[in-house]
């Protein structure tokens, strides 16, 4: 889960106009983690990230993000204190043409297949799922 300092980064990305897109799973195959995930896209949406929803019934477990195809960040770490301070991670950044321009072209699959959430879509969830994913939130620093 991403700590406030991470979410403020990305949203005040967005807000100054870089173009910040979001590629995740449509469903989840660890359903608190999923649903702690689910309650931050209000505010990323809002903020202008465009979130992309990976079909079912498979999980994207990529973790990497490019930057103008010149910098690539690839590596096992997901965006959260526990993989950073805790679990033994690996993150290779890597500038020029290779591999860059490749991990744009992954990313121009992702979303070729995805669909992008809409923050109308979000908020029409029952009220029910975004309780719940509340209350996952609440608990994510103990998962």
Known sequence: MPDESLIAAVTTASERGVDVELFVSELGDQPMVFHAQRSYYEVLLRAGVRIYLYPAPYILHAKHFTVD???AVIGSSNMDMRSFGLNLEVV???????PPPRCGAVE???????????LEEHLDHHVGT???DNL???TSALQ
């Open 69 to 71: 195809d010149d910098l």
């Open 136 to 138: 996952a939130r609440l």
């Open 92 to 98: 290779m950044m890597v500038s020029g043409r290779f």
């Open 130 to 132: 975004r309780i719940l």
């Open 108 to 118: 121009d699959r992702y979303r070729a297949i995805s669909r992008e959430l809409t």
